[in-house]
């Protein structure tokens, strides 16, 4: 039996517009295949990449505010009936969620910055942000696993976290130390998750683009570490995260030849495949590294 | 004072060809703008273009359909009294009492060289020609000066996601006058990168059209050969007057 359809607004971004479009293949069809019907922002804009810590900097929290009025505009236009923004991306939702926090408690700064917006609606700061993964551990006990058809029995994944879904605690999504969120739609999916204490180390982030040996020294550390305990695979919520895992694996391998390859997915392809869905709606992409027991 | 003189008198012209024959004592509506700071009473009904001209002044740049198509008599004004700096295409925007002008008759932007034969069809294409637009703040201040009322930033944002279909749609009637780039805090070239999109997107996005091919090929077969040599070979006189009968569309 199909679930019935629930419309949230959602946050795409740019990377699962471009290099990670399968990422968000794989989210949507596992989405809609539990209910949940993921409603693109129309006119959305850039979140604003990275959140600014400097006090007055309030011109850098004019994009991801606008995203906001967007979701506000969809309630208002009968788009959706949900003032919860779902991000998919963990950029965008640790920016987009910061600066909501930010102006909902500073009225002062929301004030200047609708000012400026003079052409928008004001926002009004009733929006909340959320990631895709907080709205998996919302569902009934065993809705995800009920609706498996191919469980990932054998199959021993490594779920990573990085930084930006647990930290600065105020928008982190779980316990920053010990976090469980994908570890449990793993488990629910069939797979056997490998705990490891590397799993919020960072990954080197955007020093991706002009220092890769730094970023290749964190991702062997990271990778390595998992596969001595034992994991076939790694799982992340991150684009950048996973594009560090993943492509940085050529600069290890130079750096450690020792290193074996192991494959990064992103947390929904690997539901899709539990899900039964064809190589399309699982998103493997040609440039990842997909064990072939998985496509079988 | 001979100088003088006739520098009246090129006004006094002036003013008659802009006025349309309308003689200054009949005219019951003056204001007065200031062209680079300097104060001048001009018929209330003109545009800045023909205001400017009344005021004597003669353009060599920065004027050109006069029909706010070509882009070419960008505008920037201060009203008095007002912090806002407006943007206006001078033969588009009639003149306001206390209007402070300048034009802008260039936009020393950078245009990159490029083969889009030779270009990836996707987001890369515009870091690579253009980085800057990654620095887009979302400010929307392109959107604000855009006398073609233009949702600029939103195909700015377009371009970063590899959007060409909403750039090339959301960009199509930019006259290129460049006021966007001349206002943004992160001196992003707009219309060159909503260019560079539209080019993308006619060469690999567009439905290939094939009646356009249907007839390329009709036409390197030799169908209209035949009509064609007749044509030339008709003499002049009556060439004109064929001209003048032919079928056509609706003025």
């Known amino acids: ?296 | 004072m001979k100088t003088e003189e006739s520098i009246m008198q090129r006004i006094a012209d002036a003013a008659k060809a802009v006025t349309r024959g309308v003689d200054a004592k009949d005219i019951e509506h003056w204001v007065t703008i200031y062209i680079m700071g300097r104060a001048y009473k001009v018929p209330a009904d003109l545009t800045i273009l023909t205001a400017m001209e009344y005021a004597g002044y003669r353009f060599v740049r920065g004027v050109g359909c006069r029909q706010g198509f070509c882009g070419a008599c960008s505008t920037v004004y201060r009203k008095e009294g007002e912090y806002k700096l407006q943007t206006g295409m001078a033969c588009q925007t009639r003149v306001e009492d206390g209007m402070y002008l300048v034009q802008i008759p260039f936009a020393p932007a950078e245009k990159a060289a490029y083969d889009i034969s030779k270009e990836s069809y996707d987001a890369s294409v515009f870091l690579k020609f253009y980085p800057e637009v990654a620095r887009c703040v979302s400010c929307n201040t392109c959107t604000k000066s855009c006398p073609q009322d233009l949702e600029v930033m939103d195909y700015v944002q377009a371009a970063i996601r590899g959007d060409f279909q909403s750039l090339a749609e959301g960009s199509f009637d930019c006259i290129q006058c460049g006021l966007c780039a001349m206002r943004c805090p992160a001196d992003i070239v707009q219309y060159n990168v909503a260019q560079l999109g539209r080019r993308m997107y006619g060469r690999y996005g567009m439905p290939v059209p094939k009646h356009l091919i249907t007839r390329l090929q009709e036409i390197e077969a030799g169908k209209f050969r035949g009509k064609m040599d007749q044509l030339v070979a008709v003499p002049r006189e009556q060439l004109e007057k064929l001209y003048a009968s032919r079928v056509r569309e609706a003025d």
């Open chain 1, 1 to 296: 039996m199909e679930p019935d359809i629930h419309k949230f607004p959602y946050y795409p971004g740019c990377t699962l517009k471009t290099t990670a479009r399968n990422f968000e293949v794989s989210a949507l069809a596992c989405a809609k295949k539990l209910g949940i019907e993921l409603v693109e922002l129309p006119r959305w804009n850039c979140c604003g990449t990275v959140f600014s810590l400097t006090d007055d900097d309030l011109i850098h929290h004019v994009a991801a505010v606008r995203n906001l009025i967007r979701v506000q505009e969809m309630n208002r236009d009968g788009m959706v009936e949900e003032n919860r923004l779902v991000t998919l991306c963990s950029m965008c939702f640790n920016t987009l969620k910061r600066v909501n926090l930010l102006v909902k408690e500073n009225p002062e700064n929301l004030e200047k910055i609708n000012n400026f917006m003079y052409l928008e609606d004001d926002y009004e700061g009733n929006v909340e942000v959320i990631h895709f993964l907080e709205l998996l551990r919302e569902l009934d006990p065993g809705a995800i696993s009920q609706r498996v058809e191919r469980p990932l029995t054998g199959l021993r994944v490594a779920p990573y976290y990085g930084c930006l879904m647990l930290r600065p605690r105020e928008v982190g999504i779980d316990d920053p130390e010990e976090p469980t969120i994908q570890g449990a739609i793993l488990a629910a999916v069939g797979a056997e998750v490998i705990y490891n204490s590397y799993m919020k180390v960072c990954c080197g982030s955007y020093q991706t683009v002009n220092d890769k040996s730094a970023v290749a020294r964190l991702v062997y550390d990271i990778l390595s570490h998992a596969q001595a305990d034992g994991a076939q695979a790694i799982v992340t919520s991150c684009p950048l995260c996973a594009y560090n895992l993943d492509s940085r694996q050529k600069e290890v391998r130079e750096i450690y030849p020792d290193f074996e390859q192991i494959p990064v997915f992103y947390f929904t392809q690997l539901m899709a495949v539990a899900f039964g869905f064809g190589a399309d709606l699982c998103g493997f992409d040609p440039n990842q590294l997909v064990p072939e027991h998985l496509l079988k």
